[in-house]
């Protein structure tokens, strides 16, 4: 919008007349050099061009209706659906009074009547046009986004409190628009390409709204609000909409996700009404199949409950709701399996919802950094039963914790595990590290440095989830690591699905060349067990041997060991 502005800097302002009559052209450009700095074009499609290239520094466009090739409302059309080039004034040349309403609904600023008028009446239009138009774009600027020309979030939620104290009866959809993925479009093709984006849905949306008399916002980065007059085709419309902005973009692999709080009557406030559309777009981040869902209140549910297990946590521990599972590892390279060691596995026994599932809560804490505290009290717990086991049953059985993402990034990870394990009189590599495959890909460079030196340390670290992230071969080789444990989703078809069957066998050429041994988790029948085993998988977790237990349960299957 800066630039914009420099519009008005020229010691002459810009203006451009288009007409096919090159005595008219004359004649009206003789009226106004003195005061302009005036360029011609003799048709519609001459004046795009001009008017693209100039489109910073002319204040105004004078345009003739009837004209080859583009004629003048083709050309205010075009100029009207562009975020930049509709805030340069168009005045039109007409002799008839229909052509006057026309050009005016179609966002001319003014017009000037043939034969022509004295040249201080068309002076005085011109200024006044001009003069009108740099107000505009005075007060635009601050209403609007640069990038789309759409309002901004602020003013956004203010026209549209307004619009609604206008018009109390009238039905409004609140509707939120994201596109997938923008962070790897701007990371992979350049910003320029992402603001190219950016901008022509910021276009559609503005074409739509305009239609429909509806207000929009960018209200951040890659995320849009719309406000629209209540409708029933969402259904039909939407995917037809995700097509043409396909289209327009040229590139299909862009793809959007819109969430929509229908207009219910029931007189939640604006920005409420959005939270709802956003939280239900927030729910398509990982569909690829649609591109389109309505609130409804189990999503809200959802929220509610999540919100509540993070309120819960802290309570939650000092109660000790918290209780950790065991679930065996068994080294199959012999002729019987035998119990090489356990993964501790978090479970919360609530007093209100029963038993949580971790895969409800841990994301959760991921993202809000709760997961270190989480984290730490498993590995006390896992720490302490090692010790638990060594004395009563006189039996050494490593245990596995898994270590989240935002563990590793904490300077007093080394610290607190050392402590953990001297607390407990173990040695370090009785206590294995799972770090996901993902971690790696995130800031490789500091998870190599934490793993090496916990390796220092006497630590092991197994790779878990292997397969599912994106790490690259190349990485894989200057990977500290002292197993691979691949991702369960290989393992569940294994048995069916040959490809399945030839990436397990990729993985533990893999590991080979790596030297480190093979886990393979999910394991729940004796086919995928006896086709790991030929493949050359080591160790196996799953099902088959046994779900996730408590501790007590674990002594059993220890003592059961023994019995061999
Ligand atoms: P994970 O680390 O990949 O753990 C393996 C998951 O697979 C566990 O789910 C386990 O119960 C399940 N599983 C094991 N064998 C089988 C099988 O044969 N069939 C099937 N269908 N599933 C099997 P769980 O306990 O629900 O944990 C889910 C995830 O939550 C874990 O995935 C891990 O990422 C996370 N998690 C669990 N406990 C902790 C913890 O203390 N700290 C952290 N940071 N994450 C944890
Ligand atoms: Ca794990
Ligand atoms: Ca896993």
């Given at each position: 919008?800066?630039?914009?502005?420099?519009?008005?800097?020229?010691?002459?302002?810009?203006?451009?007349?288009?007409?096919?009559?090159?005595?008219?052209?004359?004649?009206?450009?003789?009226?106004?050099?003195?005061?302009?700095?005036?360029?011609?074009?003799?048709?519609?499609?001459?004046?795009?061009?001009?008017?693209?290239?100039?489109?910073?520094?002319?204040?105004?466009?004078?345009?003739?209706?009837?004209?080859?090739?583009?004629?003048?409302?083709?050309?205010?059309?075009?100029?009207?659906?562009?975020?930049?080039?509709?805030?340069?004034?168009?005045?039109?040349?007409?002799?008839?009074?229909?052509?006057?309403?026309?050009?005016?609904?179609?966002?001319?600023?003014?017009?000037?009547?043939?034969?022509?008028?004295?040249?201080?009446?068309?002076?005085?239009?011109?200024?006044?046009?001009?003069?009108?138009?740099?107000?505009?774009?005075?007060?635009?600027?601050t209403e609007r986004d640069s990038l789309t020309g759409l309002f901004n979030k602020e003013f956004f939620y203010e026209y549209g409190r307004r619009l609604e104290n206008h018009n109390e009866d009238m039905s409004m959809d609140a509707i939120v628009l994201d596109?997938?993925?923008?962070?790897?479009?701007?990371?992979?093709?350049?910003?320029?390409?992402?603001?190219?984006?950016?901008?022509?849905?910021?276009?559609?949306?503005?074409?739509?709204?305009?239609?429909?008399?509806?207000?929009?916002?960018?209200?951040?980065?890659?995320?849009?609000?719309?406000?629209?007059?209540?409708?029933?085709?969402?259904?039909?419309?939407?995917?037809?909409?995700?097509?043409?902005?396909?289209?327009?973009?040229?590139?299909?692999?862009?793809?959007?996700?819109?969430?929509?709080?229908?207009?219910?009557?029931?007189?939640?406030?604006?920005?409420?009404?959005?939270?709802?559309?956003?939280?239900?777009?927030?729910?398509?981040?990982?569909?690829?199949?649609?591109?389109?869902?309505?609130?409804?209140?189990?999503?809200?549910?959802?929220?509610?409950?999540?919100?509540?297990?993070?309120?819960?946590?802290?309570?939650?521990?000092?109660?000790?709701?918290?209780?950790?599972?065991?679930?065996?590892?068994?080294?199959?390279?012999?002729?019987?399996?035998?119990?090489?060691?356990?993964?501790?596995?978090?479970?919360?026994?609530?007093?209100?919802?029963?038993?949580?599932?971790?895969?409800?809560?841990?994301?959760?804490?991921?993202?809000?950094?709760?997961?270190?505290?989480?984290?730490?009290?498993?590995?006390?717990?896992?720490?302490?039963?090692?010790r638990d086991w060594k004395n009563r049953l006189g039996v050494t059985l490593p245990v596995s914790v898994n270590v989240s993402r935002v563990d590793i990034f904490d300077p007093m990870l080394e610290s607190i595990l050392e402590e953990i394990v001297n607390a407990?009189?173990?040695?370090?590599?009785?206590?294995?590290?799972?770090?996901?495959?993902?971690?790696?890909?995130?800031?490789?460079?500091?998870?190599?440095?934490?793993?090496?030196?916990?390796?220092?340390?006497?630590?092991?670290?197994?790779?878990?989830?292997?397969?599912?992230?994106?790490?690259?071969?190349?990485?894989?080789?200057?990977?500290?690591?002292?197993?691979?444990?691949?991702?369960?989703?290989?393992?569940?078809?294994?048995?069916?699905?040959?490809?399945?069957?030839?990436?397990?066998?990729?993985?533990?050429?893999?590991?080979?060349?790596?030297?480190?041994?093979?886990?393979?988790?999910?394991?729940?029948?004796?086919?995928?067990?006896?086709?790991?085993?030929?493949?050359?998988?080591?160790?196996?977790?799953?099902?088959?041997?046994?779900?996730?237990?408590?501790?007590?349960?674990?002594?059993?299957?220890?003592?059961?060991?023994?019995?061999?």
């Open positions: 919008m800066q630039e914009l502005l420099g519009r008005q800097k020229g010691l002459f302002r810009q203006i451009l007349i288009v007409d096919d009559e090159p005595i008219e052209r004359e004649m009206l450009g003789n009226m106004l050099d003195k005061e302009y700095e005036v360029c011609y074009a003799e048709n519609g499609e001459q004046a795009l061009d001009v008017i693209r290239d100039h489109k910073l520094t002319l204040s105004l466009v004078i345009l003739d209706l009837h004209m080859p090739k583009l004629d003048g409302y083709s050309l205010l059309e075009i100029l009207r659906a562009d975020a930049e080039l509709r805030l340069i004034p168009a005045i039109v040349l007409t002799s008839e009074k229909e052509a006057e309403v026309k050009s005016l609904q179609l966002g001319a600023a003014d017009f000037i009547t043939k034969p022509y008028d004295v040249p201080e009446v068309i002076n005085a239009r011109v200024r006044r046009s001009i003069e009108l138009a740099e107000d505009s774009i005075i007060i635009h600027e596109i997938n993925r923008f962070h790897l479009v701007n990371e992979l093709y350049g910003r320029s390409y992402g603001d190219f984006i950016l901008k022509t849905i910021g276009e559609s949306i503005h074409g739509l709204v305009q239609r429909t008399g509806g207000l929009a916002c960018r209200s951040d980065t890659n995320s849009f609000c719309i406000y629209l007059p209540h409708r029933e085709d969402y259904e039909e419309q939407l995917p037809l909409h995700a097509e043409k902005f396909a289209r327009r973009i040229g590139d299909y692999k862009i793809s959007i996700r819109v969430g929509i709080f229908p207009d219910d009557g029931s007189g939640l406030d604006l920005e409420q009404r959005f939270d709802r559309a956003r939280l239900a777009c927030s729910k398509l981040r990982n569909s690829y199949t649609t591109c389109y869902t309505f609130y409804n209140t189990k999503l809200h549910d959802k929220e509610l409950y999540s919100e509540r297990l993070i309120n819960d946590m802290d309570r939650a521990l000092e109660e000790k709701q918290f209780k950790v599972y065991y679930q065996p590892k068994y080294n199959i390279r012999g002729e019987k399996p035998v119990l090489s060691s356990a993964e501790a596995l978090i479970r919360w026994v609530h007093p209100e919802f029963g038993m949580v599932s971790p895969g409800d809560f841990i994301p959760l804490f991921e993202d809000n950094g709760l997961i270190q505290k989480l984290d730490r009290y498993v590995w006390r717990e896992a720490a302490a039963q090692i407990n009189v173990l040695k370090p590599e009785e206590f294995l590290l799972e770090v996901t495959e993902s971690a790696y890909t995130d800031n490789s460079q500091q998870i190599i440095d934490t793993v090496n030196s916990l390796r220092r340390k006497g630590f092991k670290v197994e790779m878990d989830d292997f397969g599912s992230g994106y790490s690259s071969l190349n990485m894989l080789t200057s990977l500290p690591i002292d197993a691979l444990k691949l991702d369960m989703k290989f393992i569940r078809n294994i048995c069916s699905d040959s490809k399945e069957r030839r990436m397990v066998e990729i993985m533990i050429e893999i590991a080979d060349f790596l030297e480190v041994p093979v886990i393979a988790e999910g394991v729940e029948v004796k086919e995928q067990l006896d086709l790991l085993k030929e493949i050359g998988c080591d160790i196996i977790q799953g099902y088959y041997f046994s779900k996730p237990v408590p501790p007590e349960d674990l002594d059993k299957l220890i003592e059961q060991e023994d019995g061999k």
